[in-house]
C-alpha cells in the first residue's frame, strides 16, 4: 500500500487549492447587485443603490467565508491509500481515504483527478462495519500513474459560491504489463523451437542444470554426464561446469523507436507530464515481462537489459521508448556467468547481427522477432535460434 503525502498546510497554498467561485445563483445575484448600484443614480433611486450594494457584499461575503473554511478546514488532513499500489493492466485497485491518526473517516466524499488511462468505478468500497470513503479504478495503460490530488464539492452560504476542499495529496501507482498465460507462452516457443529445446529453455522438465547441458564430446569426464538430460534427449548430455551454480539469464528489450515504427501515440501520466508508446513495443514489454517470470519460476537469476545494457525494473512497469537510432550495445554488459539470452527485437534488428555473432559463454540465445525479418538464415547462420513473436503468430 502507498499513501500521498498531506496537502500544504500554509494558508495560502490552502487558499489557492480551494479556488471558491460564484455559483449561477451567486452570479445572478452580483449581476443584479452590479446593475442597482449603476442604474440607481441614473434614475434617482438610492435605495436601489443600497440594495445593490447589500447584494454585492453578501456574494463577496460568500466567497471569502468559503475560502477561509477551505483553508483552515482540518478536513484536509487526509491521506490516500491504495491496496495494492501496483497493479497489473485490467485489474482493479482499492481506493481509500484515511483521517491523520489512520482511521477512515465516512463523511468524506472526496474527488480524486485522473490520468485518462485510470478508470474510476462508481462502486464505492466497502467493509463489514460499513462504508468505506474510497472507490476502485482499473488501469487500462501500463506504466507509472499520478492518483489525485482529491477535492471535495463545498458550497458558500446561502449558495451564492462553490469550491472544491483539498482532502488528499499524490499518489503514485504503478501499472505493471499483463503476463502471457505460461501455456501461451509455452506454445510459442514450442512452434518457434519445438517440444524439447523449449523445454530445456524454460526448465520445464528436469532440473535447472538442464540448462547448463550440452552433447557429449571426446576427453569429457564421465562424472560430469547429466542423466535426465540425456534421457531426455537420447543423446549423452554432459553438464558444462562442475559446479551447480543456479543458471543465469537475461532478458533484452529493444526499446529503439525505430524498431516500433507504427502507431505511436502518447500517455498522459496525470501529473503534467506524458511519454511515446506504441502497440508493438506493449507487447514487447508484456512478452519480456512474461519472460522474466517463468525463468524466474524455473530457478533460474533472470537480469533484464535495454538495447543498451541498461538494467530494467523487474516489473517494467516505467520503461519507455527510447529515441536511439544506434546499433544495439548490450552485447558488451552481460552479466558475468551470463548461459542464456533472450532477445526480444523489433523491426530493423537484422541490422545488429554482425554483432550478435560472438557472445563469449553464451550457449543458449533465442531471438523473439516483434516485426517482419528478412534474414532468419542469417540469425540461424548466427547461432541463434527465432521465435515469430509477431502478432499474427500470437
Same mark, same amino acid.
Do not use: C
Given at each position: 500500500?502507498?499513501?500521498?503525502?498531506?496537502?500544504?498546510?500554509?494558508?495560502w497554498?490552502?487558499?489557492?487549492?480551494?479556488?471558491?467561485?460564484?455559483?449561477?445563483?451567486?452570479?445572478?445575484?452580483?449581476?443584479?447587485?452590479?446593475?442597482?448600484?449603476?442604474?440607481?443614480?441614473?434614475?434617482?433611486?438610492?435605495?436601489?443603490?443600497?440594495?445593490?450594494l447589500?447584494?454585492?457584499?453578501?456574494?463577496?461575503?460568500?466567497?471569502?467565508?468559503?475560502?477561509l473554511?477551505?483553508?483552515?478546514?482540518?478536513?484536509?488532513? #487526509? #491521506?490516500?491509500?491504495?491496496?495494492?499500489?501496483?497493479?497489473?493492466v485490467?485489474?482493479?485497485?482499492?481506493?481509500?481515504?484515511?483521517?491523520?491518526?489512520?482511521?477512515?473517516?465516512?463523511?468524506?466524499?472526496?474527488?480524486d483527478q485522473?490520468?485518462?488511462?485510470?478508470?474510476?468505478? $462508481?462502486?464505492?468500497?466497502?467493509?463489514?462495519?460499513?462504508?468505506?470513503?474510497?472507490?476502485?479504478?482499473?488501469?487500462?495503460?501500463?506504466?507509472?500513474?499520478?492518483?489525485?490530488?482529491a477535492?471535495?464539492?463545498?458550497?458558500?452560504?446561502?449558495?451564492?459560491?462553490?469550491?472544491r476542499?483539498?482532502?488528499?495529496?499524490?499518489?503514485?501507482?504503478?501499472?505493471?504489463?499483463?503476463?502471457?498465460?505460461?501455456q501461451?507462452?509455452?506454445?510459442?516457443?514450442?512452434?518457434?523451437?519445438?517440444?524439447?529445446?523449449?523445454?530445456?529453455?524454460?526448465?520445464?522438465?528436469?532440473?535447472?542444470?538442464?540448462?547448463?547441458?550440452?552433447?557429449?564430446?571426446p576427453r569429457?569426464?564421465?562424472?560430469?554426464? #547429466? /542423466?535426465?538430460?540425456?534421457?531426455?534427449?537420447?543423446?549423452?548430455?554432459?553438464?558444462?561446469?562442475?559446479?551447480?551454480?543456479?543458471?543465469?539469464?537475461?532478458?533484452v528489450?529493444?526499446?529503439?523507436?525505430? $524498431?516500433?515504427?507504427?502507431?505511436?501515440?502518447?500517455?498522459?501520466?496525470?501529473?503534467?507530464?506524458? /511519454?511515446?508508446?506504441?502497440?508493438?513495443?506493449?507487447?514487447?514489454?508484456?512478452?519480456a515481462?512474461?519472460?522474466h517470470h517463468?525463468?524466474?519460476?524455473?530457478g533460474?537469476?533472470?537480469?533484464?537489459?535495454?538495447?543498451?545494457?541498461?538494467?530494467?525494473?523487474s516489473?517494467?512497469?516505467?520503461?519507455?521508448?527510447?529515441?536511439?537510432?544506434?546499433?544495439?550495445?548490450?552485447?558488451?554488459?552481460?552479466?558475468?556467468?551470463?548461459?542464456?539470452?533472450?532477445?526480444?527485437?523489433?523491426?530493423?534488428?537484422?541490422?545488429?547481427l554482425? #554483432?550478435?555473432?560472438?557472445?563469449?559463454g553464451?550457449?543458449?540465445?533465442?531471438a523473439?522477432?516483434?516485426g517482419?525479418?528478412?534474414?532468419?538464415?542469417? /540469425?540461424?547462420?548466427?547461432? /541463434?535460434?527465432t521465435?515469430?513473436?509477431?502478432?499474427?503468430?500470437?
Amino acid at each position: 500500500m502507498t499513501a500521498a503525502s498531506n496537502p500544504p498546510s500554509d494558508l495560502w497554498s490552502r487558499l489557492r487549492a480551494s479556488a471558491p467561485r460564484p455559483t449561477l445563483r451567486g452570479a445572478a445575484v452580483a449581476a443584479v447587485g452590479l446593475l442597482l448600484v449603476i442604474a440607481g443614480p441614473v434614475l434617482g433611486r438610492r435605495e436601489a443603490v443600497s440594495i445593490g450594494l447589500f447584494l454585492l457584499t453578501a456574494s463577496a461575503l460568500s466567497l471569502i467565508l468559503l475560502a477561509l473554511r477551505s483553508a483552515l478546514s482540518r478536513e484536509a488532513a #487526509h #491521506h490516500r491509500v491504495l491496496i495494492p499500489d501496483s497493479a497489473a493492466v485490467g485489474e482493479r485497485v482499492q481506493v481509500r481515504f484515511l483521517s491523520a491518526g489512520g482511521e477512515q473517516h465516512g463523511g468524506l466524499s472526496p474527488v480524486d483527478q485522473l490520468p485518462p488511462t485510470l478508470t474510476r468505478r $462508481s462502486q464505492p468500497t466497502r467493509q463489514a462495519d460499513g462504508p468505506a470513503p474510497g472507490y476502485t479504478l482499473m488501469a487500462g495503460q501500463r506504466g507509472v500513474f499520478s492518483v489525485g490530488p482529491a477535492t471535495e464539492l463545498r458550497k458558500g452560504p446561502l449558495g451564492l459560491a462553490r469550491g472544491r476542499i483539498l482532502r488528499a495529496g499524490v499518489s503514485r501507482l504503478r501499472v505493471l504489463p499483463q503476463l502471457h498465460d505460461e501455456q501461451v507462452l509455452e506454445e510459442l516457443f514450442r512452434t518457434g523451437l519445438g517440444d524439447d529445446r523449449s523445454a530445456d529453455l524454460f526448465g520445464v522438465r528436469g532440473s535447472a542444470d538442464d540448462l547448463l547441458v550440452r552433447e557429449h564430446r571426446p576427453r569429457d569426464p564421465l562424472s560430469r554426464i #547429466h /542423466w535426465g538430460a540425456t534421457a531426455r534427449t537420447r543423446q549423452l548430455m554432459v553438464r558444462q561446469e562442475e559446479s551447480t551454480e543456479d543458471p543465469r539469464a537475461v532478458v533484452v528489450l529493444d526499446r529503439r523507436g525505430r $524498431s516500433y515504427p507504427q502507431g505511436h501515440h502518447t500517455v498522459d501520466a496525470g501529473d503534467g507530464t506524458s /511519454w511515446i508508446t506504441a502497440p508493438q513495443f506493449e507487447e514487447a514489454v508484456r512478452l519480456a515481462a512474461s519472460l522474466h517470470h517463468v525463468l524466474e519460476r524455473s530457478g533460474q537469476d533472470v537480469t533484464l537489459l535495454d538495447h543498451e545494457g541498461t538494467v530494467l525494473s523487474s516489473d517494467l512497469a516505467d520503461v519507455q521508448l527510447a529515441p536511439s537510432t544506434r546499433e544495439a550495445s548490450w552485447m558488451e554488459r552481460l552479466p558475468r556467468g551470463t548461459t542464456t539470452v533472450f532477445a526480444v527485437l523489433g523491426a530493423g534488428a537484422d541490422a545488429d547481427l554482425p #554483432h550478435l555473432r560472438h557472445l563469449p559463454g553464451v550457449t543458449q540465445r533465442t531471438a523473439l522477432l516483434m516485426g517482419p525479418s528478412s534474414a532468419l538464415e542469417g /540469425w540461424h547462420q548466427a547461432g /541463434w535460434a527465432t521465435v515469430d513473436a509477431s502478432e499474427g503468430a500470437r
